[in-house]
């Protein structure tokens, strides 16, 4: 099909499904292949083409003083018949069908064309070669964007690329992570399936339950075999890159094995096909999701259709091919160009194609065309671009425009990757640095006809070139589900992970085969299906259905709880019971057995110890710098002050005994109220320097503790230093063992009263009870360790106190007639 013009464009259609080989003859020369089956929709696009076409040559803005003609091939859906084609009119000869003689003609300097990837790659493939231009509308492949391979090939439809991530975005939409795929046998389908599995995994994080293959030869064997994998398959959702050829011995065999429970997605190759919207497939294809090339609107393209006459085209081969096929008439003349409107008219005598209702002069779902128009308009606009050009400010070498005399197809090239116009749909045309224009699909839904058979319905777009993150926009509430409550269905292999679980692989099965594991402790997972799960910070813990982190537990030796109470208790009653000791000794101060071996320094014990009880209370209470700052230097210098005591009274016991011998008479001298003072002092002022030290270099301070519980606090006071604790206890140690030993060496003095025994049993529970609490202190946890310590204050008080002031206050009490210098001395009468 051709019309003249000073600047020819070249174009490959698909107007016969079938090219036809003659056998093989060695005694004559072999016939040419022919082509059947004709195609009405791929004639719609050719006469959309010469629409255009028409359309530029009469508009004065674009190329004036300039005709565009064409030359258009129809490829057969067959690569030899359409490469043979395109070497034909880039080569600048043609073939006449009638008698083969070769006749010249200009040389095209584009091509629009051709529909199929395969031909695209092979025919781009020598065409890159030379730089002639080639503008697809339905070739698809994401191959053809490599523009090392295919440097001036462009498209009006986006890339396999782009249509792989489209239907990626319906899968996210519904939440389908468990899909199959089936794809073609041809680059279309190999590239379409290699993009969809990466993006289904990088995008959605889904995999696929099965890919297969369609056979190009639809052998029975492999089409069952197809069939069976997805009638077992779990997977709910089918995603189908295929032509209508490969499909629908697939489709067919569906509908004999009562497939369904499936929802099946179909790319654009198949996705507005009139071959499946028939009503034995209805019950297996209802509800069908596909992307769809995004419909157009073209003014005055119907009625141009409807012009359409052989006698107005008589040199057209096509429209004589289409008259016979709609109308059934057969030309007197083979040579249309001696056939006469009388010859035609003598067809039926009636033929008018308004009256047709076909899918030739149905505009009202224009995609292919629609694409077809883009690409025309697309290579006028660049050769009007080039004829603008300003000598001296061109882009060629030396700054130089190109002449249309002398035009060459690579200078096309040029300004067509520069090409940016507005179509009157109000759809913008440009191509990026592969050659592809902005990504934009129709989301078609397959819904039940009234009469059994299938509609299709625009529900959505995809628009890459949105300006939100949101590329899909999609009416849900005007898509048909073909399930059961009319509801999509679930596609998982796995359900999701709730919150407070995470997901774990299984071994040798797709990656959204899984298992969901709950949390640990102190780790979370806010979110579902998370893939690891998050560690709370330090001073949070996981909550009981580990979906957030929550403050940790604090936990502190308290007044309020049953311990605390207890142990603050018992401080509360050593501190009365020191008390009440220290009433019935100043009540009774004048008799021997409170004068006898210095009442003062009883009186300071009794002090000392008071204040050991009362040292307990810094211990419990949550901890506060100066709690913790005074809670051992109080304990420290008040088990000092009381040691000090008891050693000096020791000591004063050993004197006495020694001064009572010929020997020892001025022992006693040195042992007189104020050296026992000020031995007490000098005892005491040591612990003091010790605390002094420890609270100047290294001072306890409260800490945050999570190392023996995990989920709690343990809100306690950090040593500062271990060596200044360490000094501490061990000087009152070895206050203790010094007043061990002289007690323990003066046990047998012969007094009645020998203060000595009560000294060496104080001092024994004093020494068991803090050699204990050293193992007991390290393996405590928590707030157990400081009642570990508070216990050993208390027993080693409450152990010194009733040692030492017991036996007083019994004879004191009970028995005052033992409370007398001669019965203290050993004199009196005993009872019997």
Same mark, same amino acid.
């Given at each position: 099909?051709?019309? $003249?013009?000073?600047?020819?464009?070249?174009?490959?259609?698909?107007?016969?499904?079938?090219?036809?080989?003659?056998?093989?003859?060695?005694?004559?020369?072999?016939?040419?292949?022919?082509?059947?089956?004709?195609?009405?929709?791929?004639?719609?696009?050719?006469?959309?083409?010469?629409?255009?076409? $028409?359309?530029?040559?009469?508009?004065?803005?674009?190329?004036?003083?300039?005709?565009?003609?064409?030359?258009?091939?129809?490829?057969?859906?067959?690569?030899?018949?359409?490469?043979?084609?395109?070497?034909?009119?880039?080569?600048?000869?043609?073939?006449?069908?009638?008698?083969?003689?070769?006749?010249?003609?200009?040389?095209?300097?584009?091509?629009?064309?051709?529909?199929?990837?395969?031909?695209?790659?092979?025919?781009?493939?020598?065409?890159?070669?030379?730089?002639?231009?080639?503008?697809?509308?339905?070739?698809?492949?994401?191959?053809?964007?490599?523009?090392?391979?295919?440097?001036?090939?462009?498209?009006?439809?986006?890339?396999?690329?782009?249509?792989?991530?489209?239907?990626?975005?319906?899968?996210?939409?519904?939440?389908?992570?468990?899909?199959?795929?089936?794809?073609?046998?041809?680059?279309?389908?190999?590239?379409?399936?290699?993009?969809?599995?990466?993006?289904?995994?990088?995008?959605?994080?889904?995999?696929?339950?099965?890919?297969?293959?369609?056979?190009?030869?639809?052998?029975?064997?492999?089409?069952?075999?197809?069939?069976?994998?997805?009638?077992?398959?779990?997977?709910?959702?089918?995603?189908?890159?295929?032509?209508?050829?490969? +499909?629908?011995?697939?489709?067919?065999?569906?509908?004999?094995?009562?497939?369904?429970?499936?929802?099946?997605?179909?790319?654009?190759?198949?996705?507005?096909?009139?071959?499946?919207?028939? =009503?034995?497939?209805?019950?297996?294809?209802?509800?069908?999701?596909?992307?769809?090339?995004?419909?157009?609107?073209?003014?005055?393209?119907?009625?141009? +259709?409807?012009?359409?006459?052989?006698?107005?085209?008589?040199?057209?081969?096509?429209?004589?091919?289409?008259?016979?096929?709609?109308?059934?008439?057969?030309?007197?003349?083979?040579?249309?160009?001696?056939?006469?409107?009388?010859?035609?008219?003598?067809?039926?005598?009636?033929?008018?194609?308004?009256?047709?209702?076909?899918?030739?002069?149905?505009?009202?779902?224009?995609?292919?065309?629609?694409?077809?128009?883009?690409?025309?308009?697309?290579?006028?606009?660049?050769?009007?671009?080039?004829?603008?050009?300003?000598?001296?400010?061109?882009?060629?070498?030396?700054?130089?425009?190109?002449?249309?005399?002398?035009?060459?197809?690579?200078?096309?090239?040029?300004?067509?990757?520069?090409?940016?116009?507005?179509?009157?749909?109000?759809?913008?045309?440009?191509?990026?640095?592969?050659?592809?224009?902005?990504?934009?699909?129709?989301?078609?839904?397959?819904?039940?006809?009234?009469?059994?058979?299938?509609?299709?319905?625009?529900?959505?777009?995809? $628009?890459?070139?949105?300006?939100?993150?949101?590329?899909?926009?999609?009416?849900?509430?005007? +898509?048909?589900?073909?399930?059961?409550?009319?509801?999509?269905?679930?596609?998982?292999?796995?359900?999701?992970?709730?919150?407070?679980?995470?997901?774990?692989?299984?071994?040798?099965?797709?990656?959204?085969?899984?298992?969901?594991?709950?949390?640990?402790?102190?780790?979370?997972?806010?979110?579902?299906?998370?893939?690891?799960?998050?560690?709370?910070?330090?001073?949070?813990?996981?909550?009981?259905?580990?979906?957030?982190?929550?403050?940790?537990?604090?936990?502190?030796?308290?007044?309020?709880? =049953?311990?605390?109470?207890?142990?603050?208790?018992?401080?509360?009653?050593?501190?009365?019971?020191?008390?009440?000791?220290?009433?019935?000794?100043?009540?009774?101060?004048?008799?021997?057995?409170?004068?006898?071996?210095?009442?003062?320094?009883?009186?300071?014990?009794?002090?000392?110890?008071?204040?050991?009880?009362?040292?307990?209370?810094?211990?419990?209470?949550?901890?506060?710098?100066? #709690?913790?700052?005074?809670?051992?230097?109080?304990?420290?210098?008040?088990?000092?002050?009381?040691?000090?005591?008891?050693?000096?009274?020791?000591?004063?016991?050993?004197?006495?005994?020694?001064?009572?011998?010929?020997?020892?008479?001025?022992?006693?001298?040195?042992?007189?109220?104020?050296?026992?003072?000020?031995?007490?002092?000098?005892?005491?002022?040591?612990?003091?320097?010790?605390? #002094?030290?420890?609270?100047?270099?290294?001072? =306890? #301070?409260?800490?945050?503790? #999570?190392?023996?519980?995990?989920?709690?606090?343990?809100?306690?006071?950090?040593?500062?230093?271990?060596?200044?604790?360490?000094?501490?206890?061990?000087?009152?140690?070895?206050?203790?063992?010094?007043?061990?030993?002289?007690?323990?060496?003066?046990?047998?003095?012969?007094?009645?009263?020998?203060?000595?025994?009560?000294?060496?049993?104080?001092?024994?529970?004093?020494?068991?009870?803090?050699?204990?609490?050293?193992?007991?202190?390290?393996?405590?946890?928590?707030?157990?360790?400081?009642?570990?310590?508070?216990?050993?204050?208390?027993?080693?008080?409450?152990?010194?106190?009733?040692?030492?002031?017991? =036996?007083?206050?019994?004879?004191?009490?009970?028995?005052?007639?033992?409370?007398?210098?001669?019965?203290?001395?050993?004199?009196?009468?005993?009872?019997?």
């Amino acid at each position: 099909m051709r019309q $003249d013009g000073d600047l020819i464009l070249g174009g490959l259609f698909e107007v016969h499904f079938l090219t036809v080989f003659p056998e093989l003859s060695f005694t004559s020369e072999p016939e040419q292949p022919y082509c059947e089956q004709f195609d009405i929709a791929g004639f719609q696009q050719v006469m959309t083409m010469a629409f255009a076409i $028409d359309e530029i040559n009469r508009n004065p803005k674009l190329l004036p003083n300039i005709t565009l003609g064409y030359h258009m091939y129809d490829n057969c859906v067959k690569l030899a018949v359409a490469f043979r084609a395109a070497t034909a009119l880039i080569s600048g000869t043609d073939e006449n069908a009638s008698d083969l003689n070769c006749t010249s003609s200009s040389p095209v300097l584009g091509l629009v064309g051709d529909p199929a990837s395969s031909h695209s790659i092979a025919i781009s493939s020598v065409l890159g070669l030379f730089r002639v231009p080639m503008v697809s509308y339905f070739a698809t492949c994401s191959c053809l964007s490599d523009r090392n391979q295919f440097p001036s090939f462009f498209r009006t439809i986006p890339s396999d690329t782009f249509q792989v991530r489209a239907i990626v975005q319906i899968l996210k939409r519904f939440g389908w992570t468990w899909v199959g795929l089936l794809y073609s046998n041809d680059d279309y389908g190999i590239y379409a399936a290699l993009s969809f599995h990466e993006d289904v995994q990088e995008q959605l994080g889904g995999c696929v339950a099965f890919s297969e293959m369609l056979p190009k030869d639809n052998n029975r064997r492999d089409v069952e075999r197809i069939v069976r994998v997805i009638k077992t398959s779990t997977a709910k959702v089918v995603v189908v890159f295929s032509s209508e050829a490969y +499909l629908l011995p697939v489709m067919d065999e569906v509908s004999v094995k009562n497939v369904t429970g499936k929802q099946w997605i179909a790319s654009e190759s198949w996705s507005t096909s009139p071959v499946f919207s028939t =009503p034995h497939l209805r019950p297996f294809l209802g509800g069908t999701l596909g992307i769809a090339i995004h419909r157009g609107e073209i003014a005055g393209l119907q009625d141009f +259709l409807l012009r359409l006459r052989p006698d107005i085209h008589p040199t057209n081969n096509m429209v004589r091919i289409f008259w016979e096929e709609m109308f059934g008439c057969r030309f007197d003349s083979d040579d249309m160009q001696t056939a006469g409107k009388d010859d035609i008219m003598l067809c039926t005598g009636n033929e008018d194609l308004s009256s047709t209702n076909t899918v030739y002069s149905d505009v009202s779902e224009l995609r292919g065309c629609y694409n077809v128009y883009k690409a025309v308009y697309a290579l006028a606009h660049a050769l009007h671009d080039l004829t603008q050009c300003q000598e001296g400010n061109g882009p060629f070498s030396g700054h130089s425009c190109a002449k249309i005399s002398t035009l060459q197809p690579w200078q096309v090239v040029h300004y067509l990757h520069r090409v940016n116009f507005t179509t009157g749909f109000g759809d913008s045309v440009s191509f990026d640095e592969n050659g592809n224009p902005l990504a934009i699909y129709d989301i078609m839904n397959w819904q039940p006809n009234m009469d059994g058979s299938i509609k299709l319905l625009t529900v959505g777009v995809v $628009d890459e070139s949105s300006q939100t993150d949101n590329v899909l926009f999609l009416n849900e509430d005007a +898509l048909y589900w073909n399930f059961e409550g009319k509801k999509p269905p679930r596609s998982v292999c796995s359900e999701s992970c709730p919150l407070g679980t995470r997901k774990a692989r299984k071994k040798g099965v797709p990656i959204c085969c899984f298992d969901c594991l709950p949390c640990t402790d102190g780790e979370i997972s806010n979110t579902t299906d998370s893939n690891e799960c998050i560690v709370c910070p330090d001073e949070f813990w996981s909550s009981p259905e580990k979906d957030h982190c929550v403050p940790k537990e604090v936990e502190f030796l308290s007044y309020e709880e =049953p311990l605390g109470i207890s142990l603050t208790s018992a401080s509360l009653f050593g501190t009365c019971f020191c008390t009440g000791v220290l009433i019935v000794f100043v009540h009774h101060r004048h008799t021997p057995v409170v004068r006898a071996n210095n009442s003062e320094l009883s009186f300071l014990l009794l002090l000392s110890l008071k204040l050991c009880f009362l040292c307990v209370l810094l211990f419990i209470g949550q901890p506060q710098v100066w #709690t913790c700052q005074l809670r051992h230097v109080a304990f420290g210098i008040s088990f000092a002050l009381s040691i000090s005591s008891i050693l000096v009274k020791t000591m004063v016991v050993v004197a006495v005994f020694k001064s009572s011998r010929p020997e020892g008479q001025n022992a006693m001298k040195w042992f007189g109220v104020v050296q026992q003072r000020g031995t007490v002092l000098v005892l005491t002022a040591i612990q003091v320097v010790i605390c #002094t030290v420890w609270l100047v270099t290294a001072s =306890p #301070t409260p800490h945050k503790n #999570t190392r023996y519980i995990s989920s709690k606090i343990i809100y306690e006071c950090a040593m500062g230093s271990v060596i200044g604790f360490a000094s501490l206890l061990g000087y009152i140690g070895l206050l203790a063992a010094v007043s061990f030993l002289l007690a323990f060496l003066a046990r047998n003095l012969p007094d009645n009263f020998n203060e000595a025994k009560f000294i060496t049993f104080s001092m024994l529970i004093f020494c068991a009870v803090w050699i204990t609490f050293v193992p007991a202190y390290v393996s405590s946890p928590g707030k157990y360790s400081v009642a570990v310590e508070i216990f050993a204050i208390l027993a080693s008080s409450f152990g010194l106190l009733g040692a030492i002031f017991a =036996p007083k206050c019994y004879i004191i009490l009970l028995h005052p007639e033992r409370n007398t210098k001669k019965a203290i001395m050993g004199r009196a009468p005993q009872n019997k």
